[in-house]
């Protein structure tokens, strides 16, 4: 299989983002960025799981990511603040909060075309989320400028949507030439799609 170890990674990163998203959403702790779009604590958050699982398992592939650390660490989004770190540590006990900070600072954005990068919104669907409804943590890998692997992690979405009593919480898995998969954020086992 291809890009195997990025594939395990990427799945690990989304999973513990899409459990930090989901212990947020209830609180829906946010504020407006200076574009006045919508931001939350479970955006950074996301982020900051994301960024620091990858910075592990592949240092040498940067990350380009949405959210800003300059946002977060502003004195008005304390609050906000000491929620990402809050629940960032619960997943990823040995990141203070400067560590927390620069992970979510590594998603910069830059020019990294024809390179082999990662590529993130660490929430997507951010209407939904605030409403309790469906929302996204949509990771990619591009090795030069194609889409090699893709993980989307759906918190809210059941493994069966046509089955009520399915349990919620679904991870889907592309990679370019082998295929596409889905299996539940609590366990590992995967169907093709």
């Known amino acids: 299989m291809r890009y195997a170890n990025e594939r395990w990674a990427a799945i690990e990163a989304v999973r513990q983002a899409c459990l ?19 931001v939350t604590a479970a955006d950074f958050a996301s982020q900051a799981i994301v960024s620091a699982q ?55 954005r830059g020019a990294f075309l024809g390179q082999k990068r990662w590529v993130l919104d660490p929430l997507d669907g951010t209407s939904g989320f605030l409403r309790g409804g469906q929302y996204a943590v949509a990771l990619a890998l591009l090795d030069g400028d194609e889409v090699v692997l893709g993980v989307l992690g759906c918190p809210s979405l059941p493994l069966d949507w046509q089955d009520a009593g399915s349990p919620l919480g679904c991870i889907f898995i592309a990679i370019q030439g082998e295929g596409a998969f889905v299996r539940s954020l609590e366990s590992p086992v995967e169907s093709p799609v």
């Open 54 to 108: 990858l910075q592990v398992a592949f240092p040498e592939i940067p990350l380009v990511a949405e959210e800003d650390a300059v946002d977060l660490g502003a004195p008005a989004q304390a609050a906000v603040c000491a929620r990402v770190v809050h629940e960032v540590q619960r997943l990823l006990p040995d990141l203070d909060q400067a560590g927390v900070l620069g992970a979510i600072g590594r998603g910069a």
């Open 20 to 38: 930090a998203c989901r212990a947020i959403q209830p609180a829906g702790l946010g504020f407006n960025k200076a574009d006045r779009s919508p």
